[in-house]
């Protein structure tokens, strides 16, 4: 080859190099995330059309609290449905939806164009702003106490969602939906997982679904890390259906608080309907038989459709399916959690 020419190629290909690696950096920028504050945010105002308007994704833990609170309350709200990678697409980190949640999470609910960030916060604003009459907050201060320590322990707190499932049952809940999450995924192109590498927050959360995508199901559930995390998960979230189970004793059903339906149930309505997904029910729900109950009653909520079955995503429900069909065939799980 000419000298000339494979200097002509030389600076081409360096040319190309930095026009890419400038687009990327660009794009970096106008998608840049950060953290963010708990709670209603007064300073910051988004175009809104309704009242009320709700970011969510069919399938997010978080997102289906809050769908059904505002069920429960018969609010009406604007619905704009965002999806994560297992739903098919990185929207949440699409340059649109970090100008309404730079930590590219959902559900964000706003109220009159400003945002309240966190679901359990949600449920505390919307509350305080409709709930006059106290009709999913108990009037009596010792019952409201019960009310906000199990809306605290059915929430997902903090940025690692697998790190801590003692904490709180909301945080037993994602390891348990690994297996979900691995079915889902497989049927995601690869290239849409690797822009959450090149652009989410926090990249392990990406790199963690790359992992499921490029191993499949089988081999994720195998996996000992994996098989770590879920036993570990099954066993916190045994502790708190334990705990669940000694509240509705407590308090005489048929609810958390006692006869009254409170938002603490609209957050164990949701935690429940992940193990139902899940295919946790029979090993986590059955076996206690006052939970059992409880289950049947939430499940007759108009608000568990409103919220919960009128958003099935088919890719879940696929995944419910291939799960149950693993465990009927002894596939999965290799050992009880218990
Ligand atoms: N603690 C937050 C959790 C928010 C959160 O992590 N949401 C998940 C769905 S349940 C999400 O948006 N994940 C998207 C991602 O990490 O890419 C809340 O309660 O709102």
Not at 79 to 103: C, H, M, W
Not at 262 to 280: H, K, N, P, S
């Amino acid at each position: 080859m000419p000298a000339d020419l494979s200097v002509l190629i030389g600076a081409g290909l360096m040319t190309s190099a930095l026009l890419g690696l400038t687009l990327f950096l660009r794009e970096r920028a106008l998608r840049s995330t950060r953290p963010v504050p708990p709670g209603f945010q007064e300073h910051i105002n988004l175009p809104f059309d309704a009242q009320w308007t709700l970011y969510h994704n069919s399938f997010s833990l978080c997102s289906k609290k809050i769908r059904v609170c505002l069920a429960e309350y018969g609010v009406p709200y604007d619905s704009i449905v965002i999806d994560l990678i297992e739903t098919g697409r990185y929207q949440n980190i699409s340059r649109e939806f970090l100008k309404v949640n730079p930590a590219a999470t959902v559900p964000v609910l706003l109220h009159n164009g400003h945002p309240i960030y966190e679901s359990h916060e949600q449920l505390g604003y919307v509350a305080s702003t409709v709930d006059e009459a106290g009709l999913l907050v108990p009037q009596d201060i010792q019952l409201r106490h019960v009310m906000d320590a199990w809306v605290q322990k059915t929430s997902l707190l903090g940025d690692d969602p697998i790190d801590s499932p003692e904490t709180t049952a909301g945080n037993a809940a994602p390891g348990l939906t690994i297996p979900i999450f691995a079915s889902m995924v497989a049927k995601i192109p690869t290239w849409k997982i690797v822009e959450g590498l090149l652009f989410h927050r926090i990249k392990q959360r990406a790199a963690f679904f790359l992992l499921m995508k490029l191993a499949g199901l089988q081999k994720v559930l195998s996996l000992k890390p994996v098989t770590g995390i879920l036993n570990r998960s099954a066993k916190a979230m045994a502790i708190h259906l334990d705990d669940l189970e000694a509240q509705l004793g407590s308090s005489g059903g048929p609810w958390i608080c006692g006869d009254q339906f409170t938002l603490a149930d609209v957050g164990m309505m949701v935690i429940l309907d992940r193990l139902r997904e899940g295919d946790w029910l029979e090993l986590l729900v059955h076996q206690r038989p006052v939970l059992a109950a409880y289950w049947q009653k939430l499940q007759q909520r108009p608000s568990y459709q409103a919220g919960c079955t009128d958003f099935a995503h088919s890719l879940v429900t696929e995944a419910t399916v291939e799960l149950t069909a693993l465990k009927q065939t002894g596939r999965w799980p290799s050992e009880s959690p218990r």
